[in-house]
């Protein structure tokens, strides 16, 4: 079975700070995927970041670092000089290479971004 | 964005009355699921289809049935709504049917159960 912890539920920074989501995976798959999806107030999901469990290479988009450590099971998010836009509910999801795509969501994390 | 039409957007029902939500896309992509949004538990599957008539269960099938009789379309239909279906529902779709390709969702369907 697959499982993904997002320990923090909520999180609260001021503007211009930097903020790190952690995200911890099961899975017995040696393939599988992992994604971060983003829900704005608006209520909308976000497609953010998809990368597979053989590329541990880190990446940065803009604002927006990702770290995969397969050691510790990790897929932690990293969002720099945070802006009020971002405050937004943040999931990180888990795809084994089988058919159906069948995403297994953390319970998310709240982020607040204070002015 | 993906072309993902989810209705009706809101919905309030009365406890025991068939619901049935739709799910239209424009993408023809052949992997369609359910899933439902609740407080504390992310989003779970519901269900999914692989291709027209082809359907499956997901985690929290229970109360819920599925059809999809065109590749555009796929419905979810609560038999007898309960307070318990009470939640955000979310269509998504997936051109391959492996994580190699990435889920788009639609806005949303809230729907509460009185």
């Known amino acids: 079975a697959q499982k993904v912890t997002q320990a923090q539920t909520e999180i609260s920074v001021v503007e211009k700070e930097d903020v790190t989501l952690d995200c911890v995976y099961e899975t017995r798959d040696t393939t599988y995927y992992l994604f971060w999806y983003k829900q704005p107030p608006s209520g909308e999901l976000v497609f953010l970041i998809r990368r597979n469990s053989f590329d541990e290479q880190n990446e940065i988009s803009g604002r927006y670092s990702w770290n995969f450590q397969k050691s510790t099971s990790s897929f932690n998010f990293t969002i720099t000089a945070s802006q009020v836009v971002d405050s937004a509910v943040y999931f990180c999801a888990l795809s084994g290479d089988n058919a159906g795509n069948m995403l297994t969501f953390g319970g998310g994390t709240r982020l607040m971004v204070k002015p | 964005d993906a072309g993902i039409t989810q209705s009706p957007r809101h919905k309030v029902t009365e406890t025991g009355t068939p619901v049935t939500l739709r799910c239209h896309q424009t993408?023809?992509?052949?992997?369609m699921y359910w899933y439902r949004q609740d407080p504390g538990h992310g989003l779970r599957l519901i269900h999914y289809?692989?291709?027209?008539?082809?359907?499956d269960k997901g985690e929290v099938s229970d109360g819920y049935s599925v059809s999809r009789s065109k590749t555009e379309d796929f419905l979810l239909t609560l038999e007898s709504a309960t307070s318990s279906q009470t939640s955000v529902y979310f269509c998504a779709i997936s051109e391959a049917g492996t994580g190699r390709t990435e889920a788009f969702f639609g806005q949303g369907t809230r729907l509460t159960v009185v």
């Open positions: 289809s692989y291709g027209v008539k082809d359907t």
């Open positions: 993408e023809n992509h052949r992997y």
